[in-house]
């Protein structure tokens, strides 16, 4: 049978294992980046100075929380925008994946269940489409700024739903469950990748200007 469940590792389990990786250490990288940046400028004494090196890092971690919170509060709209749409993301395509597991072996999870029109199934990847076009097409349509937030969290989750699928839309058979299904997870992985690299070098080019401008305009 087609898509039957082999022994052993292949090389698409690998490259699932690989971005897994990629994307886990592209976000703690960012996220401990951050926390060095608060640590080195704020309250917390430094590791080298720290009687309790433990109580130190806790507090360097409690700024860094009260930074992101002030500084989300503050931020731009766009960028308010960019950090709820990764968010939603993440969030659906785990909830999604999480949820399709259990349907799996159980018929209904709450309020989810499989939904079938006559014989066909209908799958999540159908929602999140239309999520991602009428979200987007309102935020292409609308000149009130404070709804791209909003409208990115719906667009968000668009597209964690689709990609989850995006095997099935490549394939065009479905293949969620077979090791071909496993290219959604790598294209999901490789996206939140993508995402957190990009945020990672945005901190690092942040601090390059600091430096290199500034000493631009001393020395002019």
Do not use: C
């Amino acid at each position: 049978m087609r898509g039957a469940r082999r022994g052993g590792w292949g090389p698409d389990e690998k490259r699932t294992v690989v971005l897994g990786v990629v994307a886990f250490a592209s976000v703690a990288s960012f996220v401990v980046a951050e926390v060095g940046h608060v640590w080195r400028r704020g309250s917390a004494p430094l590791p080298s100075e720290a009687d309790n090196l433990v109580s130190a890092a806790e507090e360097a971690v409690t700024e860094t929380v009260e930074v992101a919170r002030a500084g989300y509060q503050d931020v731009s709209v766009g960028e308010n925008a960019a950090f709820l749409l990764l968010t939603s993301f993440v969030t659906i395509f785990i909830s999604a994946r999480t949820i399709s597991y259990t349907l799996r072996r159980r018929s209904t999870l709450g309020p989810f269940r499989d939904l079938k029109v006559g014989r066909r199934h209908i799958h999540h990847f159908v929602p999140g489409i239309l999520l991602m076009m009428l979200s987007g097409g309102a935020a292409i349509l609308t000149r009130d700024e404070t709804l791209e937030p909003k409208l990115a969290v719906f667009f968000g989750a668009g597209m964690g739903m689709t990609l989850d699928e995006s095997a099935l839309l490549l394939q065009l058979e479905d293949v969620y469950w077979t090791r071909e299904g496993l290219l959604g997870v790598q294209i999901a992985l490789g996206t939140a990748a993508t995402f957190a690299a990009l945020a990672l070098a945005h901190r690092f080019t942040r601090r390059g200007e600091e430096l290199v401008l500034e000493t631009d305009g001393v020395a002019g």
